[in-house]
């Protein structure tokens, strides 16, 4: 409108020569001809020589119009980033033969209880709001089921909420504790979503580093070094995205002492928690409000898109003591109002009746692990044994490359997609994410590929 403004204060009829195709608001430019067409502009023609602004002076006038309307935007918003992960996915659309290790998310389809749940109930006409906190019936499974694999008691009447996704509950949970200007404390390589959501809630993100020769695991001293008197969230989430590592109890411990010495929060995203393998699978997952002192004071991320390969159903559910989860539930009144009804039917059957699919889907992943560590391993890309979620985090630098150019240069050239690993924070510089959410068979030909991208590169 401001464009429009600026024409209508000169003249009622323009034609304006252009050369490529764009749009500004109601105002769609076509290359094959010399109009703006618009429904605020009559679609009357004058003579090209009665009226004409050069390309170049029309482009400027635009780009400024559209900077200016820019500059009255939240800065809170506009302060961060778009994800560094998509870029990747949108080149590999265009192209063909692709295997993509890019996409976070299982390739297997939901199991069949759930799918028929999830029918059952709109066949049922089941088909308006459920309450606001969710189907009492799946709230009670989730607390039977966190009873049962972590021995953490949670009421299902007010201390469990059934969310859009853990995504929407990290939300909920950081406006519930993040006041402007206090510091949240996050280890990196992490979700590209947790730095992005403080933020969103008017909190400073604090990272914490990680490194390769800890198995990519916080400690205890690295966190305490970075608490000043604003900090007041730690942000913990493992097994890790992007970096398959899982924390061990004696680990989270320790990590427990500094948080009560401190008095902090914590949020912990567990959503990979049933996809551990190796000694972390024969010790168990290790769940934060299990942890002496931690329960009171931890906000407990979950859901059933990784387990149960539901990410396209949108349920996730937090779990923390009334006093925390009253304040969530304002935001999530007001925001969303309740999760859709006919997946909370379909995560309650999974929680009932797939569990022997849950398993059959973690033994999958862990036959593909162990095939893509020991592949890129053995062709000298060095990668430490992950443990959790379905990531392998490999060390590029050995090619010179940085995890951008390699990422680039292996999609362009051997046709697949994986993520930079400095997409996930700044130490994943010189490390490239690969999701081995994908079939044995292309996990396998990725791995051949990828070695020999690496190979061809050092020569």
């Given at each position: ?169 990290m939300m909920i949970a950081m406006l519930a504790l993040v ?60 097994p890790n995205n992007p970096t398959g590592a899982v924390l ?212």
């Amino acid at each position: 409108m401001v464009l429009l403004d600026i024409v209508r204060s000169a003249y009622s009829v323009v034609r304006i020569p252009y050369l490529q195709t764009s749009r500004l608001g109601n105002v769609t430019i076509r290359n094959t001809n010399y109009a703006i067409l618009s429904r605020n502009l009559p679609r009357r023609f004058v003579p090209h020589s009665a009226f004409s602004i050069p390309n170049s002076a029309f482009m400027e006038t635009a780009t400024s119009a559209a900077e200016r309307l820019a500059e009255r935007l939240s800065e809170r918003i506009r302060s961060v980033p778009q994800s560094g992960i998509r870029r990747f996915f949108e080149i590999a659309a265009t192209m063909e033969d692709v295997i993509s290790l890019g996409i976070g998310e299982p390739d297997f389809v939901s199991p069949r209880p759930i799918i028929d749940a999830a029918v059952a109930s709109l066949e049922a006409g089941k088909t308006g709001y459920t309450a606001n906190l969710g189907l009492i019936e799946l709230r009670e499974a989730v607390a039977d089921e966190m009873q049962r694999l972590y021995g953490v008691g949670y009421n299902p009447a007010n201390e469990i909420i059934v969310t859009v996704g853990a995504s929407e509950a990290m939300m909920i949970a950081m406006l519930a504790l993040v006041d402007p200007g206090e510091e949240v404390l996050i280890p990196e390589p992490c979700f590209v979503s947790y730095g992005p959501l403080a933020q969103f809630a008017g909190g400073k993100v604090v990272w914490v580093p990680t490194r390769a020769e800890n198995d990519f695991q916080v400690t205890a001293e690295d966190i305490e070094a970075r608490i000043t008197d604003k900090t007041k969230l730690l942000f913990l989430g493992y097994p890790n995205n992007p970096t398959g590592a899982v924390l061990r109890r004696e680990t989270l411990e320790k990590i427990a002492e500094v948080v009560l010495r401190h008095d902090l929060f914590v949020l912990s995203d567990e959503i990979y928690d049933r996809l551990v393998y190796g000694e972390a699978y024969n010790e168990g997952h290790t769940c934060i409000p299990s942890i002496d002192g931690l329960w009171d004071r931890t906000i407990m991320l979950n859901g059933f898109s990784k387990g149960y390969a539901m990410t396209g159903w949108r349920i996730g559910f937090a779990c923390a003591p009334k006093p925390i989860m009253d304040e969530m539930y304002k935001a999530h009144q007001y925001v969303v109002m309740s999760a859709p009804t006919m997946g909370q039917w379909g995560a309650l059957a999974g929680i009932r009746e797939a569990q022997e699919d849950v398993e059959q889907m973690r033994q999958a992943y862990d036959a593909r692990r162990r095939v893509i560590v020991d592949g890129l391993n053995a062709g000298g890309l060095s990668t430490f044994e992950p443990e959790g979620a379905f990531y392998a985090f490999p060390d590029i630098t050995s090619t010179g490359l940085s995890s951008e150019d390699f990422a680039q240069r292996l999609l362009e050239e051997e046709h697949v997609a994986c993520v930079p690993g400095d997409a996930f924070g700044p130490s994943g510089a010189g490390y490239l994410r690969c999701s081995y959410a994908n079939s044995l068979e292309n996990v396998t030909e990725a791995v051949r590929r990828i070695t020999r991208f690496a190979d061809n590169v050092r020569s």
